[in-house]
C-alpha cells in the first residue's frame, strides 16, 4: 500500500490545515498571535503540538517557520482522529504499542500545545524538520519516503514529550533531558562528567537515584525503548534503526534488543505487525475508512493484511 502525499506535507506558514495535526517549530521575534481563546506574546523558540480542532491566528512579528502537516493515519493505517479520541485508544496503546498524541489533544492552564524551547533544543528540532522537508520533496523518487519521514516524526515526538516532562529542570532531570536528546550521539561517562562538570560517583548518583539505573544502563534502555517505536511504524532496516539511536554494532543492538524485550528486532517487529492485523477490525470505527477517502478523493481499498505501511 502507498500513502499519497495528501496526508502529509509541509509549509513555512504559521497556520492550521484541519483535519491535519500541525507540528510547528518557530523562532520569533515580538510575535503576537492568538492560539484559540489564548492570546500570546512569544519571543524565542517553540514547538507547536496542534490537533486538528485549534486554530491560530497571527497578528504581527517576525516568524521562521517550519510546518508539518499529518493526518493520523499517517503514523499508521489504523488511526484516525476518532479513534484516537475514544476511550479504547489506551488499550490499543497497551496491546499494540500505538503513541501517545496527548501534547497534541491535552489542554490545562498550564500547556496549551505550545513548547518553549532552548536554542540548543530548536536546533535539534530543526534538523529534523529539515531531515522530514527532505523526504517529503522526494515522495515521487523514494519508494522509502513515508518510512523515513514518519521515523522523522517519531522523533520529532520523542523529543517534544522529553521537553515536556522536563519543563520543571532540577539538575538531575536536565541530565536525563541530556541523554534522551542525544542518544544518536556517542554517550561515555567520560563525555557525560565532561560535559556536567561533575566527577563518575557525582553522575552516577545523580542517574541512580532518578532512575535506578547505572548511567550507561540508563544510556541503553533509553536507545532501546525508544528504537521500538521505528520498529512497530517503519519499515527501516534494522542496521538503521540501530545507527539512528547510537548502536555502531547491529549485532550489538539485535543481542541488547533480545536481552531486554525477548526476542530479536526484526522478530519483535513482524510479531507486532502481525498482532495489530489479527486485532485491527476491533478499532475500526463506524465511517473511519470512508471519512479518510473523502480527504484523498479516493475510493477506500484497504484489504485485512495491507495494515503497515509497505511503499
Not at 172 to 185: G, P, Q, T, V, Y
Request: aromatic share 12%; glycine share 4%; hydrophobic share 35%.
Amino acid at each position: 500500500m502507498r500513502y499519497s502525499p495528501a496526508v502529509i506535507h509541509m509549509t513555512n506558514q504559521l497556520e492550521t490545515i484541519p483535519p491535519m495535526y500541525s507540528l510547528i517549530l518557530l523562532k520569533a521575534r515580538g510575535t503576537s498571535l492568538l492560539l484559540n481563546d489564548i492570546r500570546c506574546y512569544l519571543d524565542g523558540y517553540y514547538l507547536f503540538c496542534l490537533s486538528e480542532e485549534d486554530r491560530i491566528t497571527v497578528y504581527g512579528g517576525v516568524n521562521e517557520v517550519r510546518h508539518l502537516h499529518f493526518l493520523p493515519y499517517f503514523y499508521n493505517v489504523n488511526l484516525t482522529h476518532k479513534v484516537i479520541g475514544h476511550p479504547m485508544y489506551e488499550t490499543m496503546r497497551a496491546n499494540h504499542g500505538y503513541p501517545d498524541f496527548h501534547l497534541f489533544r491535552s489542554r490545562d492552564q498550564q500547556f496549551c500545545g505550545i513548547l518553549n524551547l532552548s536554542e540548543e533544543v530548536y536546533e535539534h528540532f530543526r534538523k529534523y524538520f529539515q531531515n522530514a522537508e527532505y523526504h517529503v520533496r522526494h515522495h515521487d523518487t523514494d519508494v522509502m519516503w513515508s518510512c523515513h519521514t514518519r521515523s522523522v516524526i517519531i522523533s520529532i515526538m520523542q523529543l517534544a514529550e522529553s521537553v515536556f516532562s522536563g519543563k520543571t529542570v532540577e539538575e538531575d532531570d536536565a541530565i536525563l533531558l541530556f541523554i534522551r536528546n542525544s542518544l544518536s550521539e556517542s554517550l561515555t561517562l567520560a563525555d557525560l562528567c565532561a560535559h556536567f562538570n561533575m566527577s563518575r560517583s557525582t553522575l552516577t548518583r545523580c542517574i541512580k537515584e532518578k532512575t535506578g539505573l547505572s548511567p550507561m544502563q540508563f544510556v541503553l534502555e533509553e536507545r532501546l525503548n525508544q528504537s521500538r517505536q521505528d520498529l512497530l511504524f517503519t519499515l527501516i532496516p534494522v542496521s538503521e534503526v540501530a545507527e539512528k539511536y547510537g548502536f555502531s554494532d547491529v549485532n550489538y543492538y539485535i543481542r541488547a534488543f533480545k536481552k531486554r524485550f525477548g526476542e530479536p528486532p526484526l522478530q519483535y517487529r513482524n510479531h507486532h505487525w502481525g498482532y495489530r492485523i489479527e486485532n485491527e477490525d476491533k478499532y475500526h470505527l463506524p465511517g473511519d475508512l470512508w471519512e479518510l477517502a473523502a480527504w484523498e478523493n479516493e475510493t477506500p481499498d484497504m484489504p485485512k493484511g495491507n495494515e503497515t505501511p509497505l511503499e
